[in-house]
């Protein structure tokens, strides 16, 4: 349950209703112990096909100076994400941390990751693209 805080958010949502069924306290849970192991193996389960995919989602994102925008985000697994937005003025890179789930900002980066999105929607032909990688 400690590492669910740390998958980032389209694949956290996927999976609420299997971790609400998680117990808070194992010792003290009624459930029998083949239902909290069926529930922990669907969730290994989604995290290991999340992890075998890069995903592509719209979602807003809070920013440094107190705003937010709507984004295009791409998660690489449950590895690394990228987003862009704001017309391709706003950009940051995701991962996991002791934290959970954190974004940084990246602008710099942007128009990087505004090529990357435009691939993945098939917009634009395939080509390498150098994007940051974090490392927390």
Do not use: M
């Amino acid at each position: 349950k400690e590492l669910v805080r740390r998958l980032p958010d389209p694949i956290r949502e996927k999976l609420r209703p299997l971790i609400s069924r998680l117990p808070d306290d194992p010792a003290k849970s009624e459930l029998a112990l083949s239902t909290r192991f069926q529930n922990v193996v669907g969730i290994v389960n989604e995290v290991n096909r999340f992890s075998k995919e890069i995903t592509v989602t719209s979602e807003v994102r809070a920013l440094p100076d107190g705003s937010s925008a709507e984004v295009t985000a791409v998660y690489l697994g449950v590895a690394q994400g990228y987003y862009v937005g704001g017309g391709g003025r706003l950009a940051g890179v995701g991962g996991a941390g002791d934290a959970g789930w954190t974004w940084t900002p990246s602008n710099e980066h942007a128009p990087q990751i505004a090529k990357v999105v435009a691939i993945l929607k098939n917009e634009s032909p395939a080509e390498f693209v150098p994007v940051p990688l974090g490392v927390k």
